[in-house]
């Protein structure tokens, strides 16, 4: 029994409820209990000062690689849960595209524990879509959701194969999980290390159009709405996308859909000079394409922030651009960069953004989690929304290193992360 | 230590970030340069005890040669690496391979690889000079000047000049660097060939596309004809080799519908019959073979800039005849 937490003094806003005041936050047997104005600190409790601070429900990343098990050199479920508390996320999702991937019960099983055991943010595992991530066989989905799998996907490349896509929107239904898409069209993509325009013709490198991702994004929304299943497109890149997304949802498809920071700020010009932290699939777009999505998370088409956070070691970044692998970090500057790119730039406030960090995707892929009405898992962030701080690489928790973001100077920083009504991570004093 | 600056910089890994001024002073230098492969004994003392290292990762015939030619004629000790198919990534030995250059403490690198911006890569990471020799799809900056040197050659000035540039643009460095080696130099720039060979947006360089031949030659004044792959037709960007010619061959019958005598350049190696029928290459208006003599002057004096040399010297540097 851990003992009583009072967060105290802050603005509490939590956009599952609407909620955005001065309030305390009471948090009792690892769960909330009261939220209010004046609580008073109960016997033996442990008292959070969260003055000047903005506290909200724990961030929800439905969107990360922990490279584990197969990949440890890289990331591990451990370091990739504490990576997560620092960047102020309870709950995350990890891409079943391991080695071995995660494409049955007992592959969802070690994920689990593995989170349990590291003991931080909460990790729930993703199945694959299909045995062996080779798209060709329906993987167990009812077993592995019975284990404990949220989603299913097989994320890192997509599902070529029309016919099983429909399938498995089909037959997620019964198990009430989400098939999360990584939309692109190989035919299109084969052989591009970076978006397809001035700058890949300038440096010589072969691009993916837009189009490889505005076609399967489509063909996923027209399977959605023929099979009524639940549809999560990951990481939509491209104007067009985001118009398909809004245009689906508007006539009643279930889609949710993920912006990423990266995708959001950043533009293709970031791989000016050969740069493999800026070499990411889907590939960084033009600006038109940045603002579009930026404007999607805004308006809510995108109602999730995901990170993709996809981490590298040193060596395999340190390549020529062909030859680097795709990916880059994003859970300890998710934040600072949303914050940075969407609120401080006037797109959207606060309690929009946080909904799209922690009650957005809690709904997408039906977790337990963003939200701080009594009686929800007790899990808390508390961030400075005002503070300018520089992103050092150095610093991170990740095993990793690759990120675009280093020396970039961010607004707004996690002060503190609860964790089952608990202090999980405290930033150092600047 | 980091060797000095020169009059082109530490390195030289493309024509897009060279200013006119130090291409043309390149090309007098070259003419300069020009004059020692003539003389019964071709060598010169300008680079004695410099060490260059030729780093092929791509097999190469005539830039490795022209190269090792224009560094043995100025003198300097070279060493060939041929770096082929072995089993590490062509990535990882890129790193290991720049280290151990650091440490045997050569003086110059050209380098040939097959990822756009490895040159890069490499000068970015060792002290000693950087010439690219051709990196993927991104530029080849020797093959551009050469190919600048010979049109001024035969036409004068580069300024004012229009020049097409027919192919396989998307895959072709010597595309790149031409286009910005004749743009700073002032010259009108078009590319010719099938949409299906260009980069995209390729008119944001400043270049105009001509998807006909027909329409490129009646506008151009020189024609710098690109090598088309026969990989390409396997991977489906053309039918046919027989029909690439059909529509994009330069033929005689074509160049004899231009409105004026239009100048004919190859980069090499030549397929006969595909892009060029061999009565054009081996023709009037074929300036190929001048290209490859050009080369070596071209390569001779780049070598002796990044070494330290000065544009206004080079005549005193290589001494009589």
New interface residues.
Partial sequence: MTRPLLIRGGRVVDPSRGFDEPADVLLVDGRVEAVGGGLGTPDGAETLDASGCVVCPGFVDVHVHLREPGEEHKESIATGALAALAGGFTTICAMPNTDPPIDDPAAVGFVLAAGLRAGRARVHPVGAVSVGLAGERLAPVGEMVEAGAVAITDDGRPVWDAGLMRRALEYARSFGVPVASHCEVPELSRGGSMN???V????????I?NAAEDVMIARDLFLAELTGGRLHVQHVTTRRGTELIRAARERGVAVTAEGTPHHFSLTDEAVE??RTHAKVNPPLRSEADRAAVAAAVADGTLDCIATDHAPHHY?EK???????PFGLIGLETALGVSMTYLVEKGLFGLSDLIHRMSTGPARAFGLDAGTLAPGAAGDATVIDPSAKWTVDARRFRSRSRNTPFDGWSLTGRVVATVLGGAVAFRAEEA | MTQPPTFLGKDLIGLEHLEAEQILAILDTAETFKEISERPIKKVPVLRGKTIVNLFFEPSTRTRISFEFAEKRLSADTVNVAETGSSVTKGETLVDTARNLEAMRIDMVVIRHSASGAARFLADRIPSNVINAGDGRHEHPTQGLLDLLTIRDHRGAIEGLRVCIVGDVLHSRVARSNIWGLLKLGAEVAVCGPGTLMPAAVETLGVRFFRRIEDAIAWADVLNVLRLQLERMHAGYVPSLREYNRFFGVSTERLAAAPRDVLVLHPGPLTRGVEIDSDVADGPCSVILDQVTNGVAVRMAVLYLLAGGRPETAEAAKGGG
């Fill in positions: 397809e325009g001035v890949s013709t300038r440096l010589g490198l072969i691009g159009p000079g050969y060596d340190e390549q020529a651009f062909d030859d680097a």
